[in-house]
């Protein structure tokens, strides 16, 4: 039955990729010329993501000013090199205005039969990976085992030992200060999970120790989109408001609700709660400034 469902595969394949190729020639380099403007915007963007994080790499120590200034050089030749190829493309290569499509008054150019055609070879391909979609589904369906998932695996995150091991080291890295090698940690989670809000909030801290608040506030922002009222991000956050922003009511209001959502023996819902009192008490004496919290 396996023999089935690869004929059944590339036939489907066959007819949907060599149809269009025969019925109308020459539309691929005509694609190609609209993409590769993305794809040069895309290798831009990358090279910017490189200086933004060479940026970080400067604050945490682990580059010279000589390399920082070298590698920086090169980063933005290449950027300004994909500038100038990019505006030379489009010169090029304009996109045509889009013609209307001209009335015809006669009878359509294309006979019966090629007409039949063109009907036939599509419903074929939607028949022809329908059953081999079913007959894949059946049989995954028939011989998965008990305790398995519907993909046939067993429940649960895949990887999720080496994860919680590679955090740790990258933890362990950032309190000795090492935040070169904390940051290869966090990047090589978020790798295999983008969306992993331990590691994007431990960035956003590395973020705001190179006081680069606006970028560290959006970081946490954006944990705080994938896990709601994350205890950790939370913190983070209000201590960026109050120690890098120097914005104290946007900072208590940020604690109070890591205090209000998370479990009373959370250890940064405890701190925060202690600063609160500290802060509270500093601001309630008469003659003192507003005072931010002391560093983590």
């Known amino acids: 039955m396996l023999y089935i469902i690869v004929f059944l595969i590339i036939a489907a394949a066959v007819l949907a990729v060599g149809y269009p190729l025969f019925r109308r020639k020459g539309g691929s380099t005509s694609a190609e010329m609209e993409e590769e403007p993305e794809d040069l915007k895309l290798r831009r963007e990358k090279l910017y993501d490189a200086i933004r994080e060479l940026e970080l790499e400067r604050e945490a120590g682990s580059l010279s000013q000589e390399e920082y ?18 505006e030379r ?24 039969v090629s ?38 695996s067993i429940p649960g995150r895949e990887g999720a030992p080496a994860v919680s091991s590679t955090l740790q080291e990258a933890n362990a890295a ?22 992993n809000a331990e590691a994007l909030t431990q960035i956003g801290a590395l973020l705001a120790r190179g006081e680069h608040y606006d970028d560290a506030l959006k970081t946490f922002d954006r944990v705080l989109g994938i896990a709601p009222n994350h205890p950790h991000a939370l913190f983070e956050k209000g201590l960026v408001l109050f120690q890098g922003k120097v914005e104290p009511r946007e900072g208590i209001k940020i604690w109070e609700q890591l205090i209000k959502t998370a479990p009373p023996d959370n250890e940064h819902a405890l701190t925060a709660k202690r600063l609160l009192e500290q802060v509270r008490g500093s601001m309630g004496r008469p003659g003192t400034p507003s005072a931010s919290p002391p560093s983590k």
């Open 69 to 86: 200034e070298k590698i920086r050089g090169t980063y933005e030749m290449q950027a300004a090199a994909l500038l100038q190829e990019e």
């Open 174 to 195: 950032f309190d000795r200060g090492d935040f070169r090698q904390a940051l290869e940690g966090y990047k090589k989670i978020l790798e295999n999970d983008p969306q």
């Open 115 to 152: 007409h039949r055609l063109g009907l036939l070879i599509p419903a074929a391909i939607i028949l022809l990976v329908g059953v081999g979609i079913g007959y894949f589904l059946g049989t995954s369906v028939t011989f998965r085992q008990e305790g398995m998932g519907i993909t046939g």
């Open 89 to 112: 493309r489009v010169k090029t290569h304009p996109k045509p205005p889009r013609k209307p499509e001209p009335v015809r008054a006669g009878p359509p150019s294309r006979t019966p």
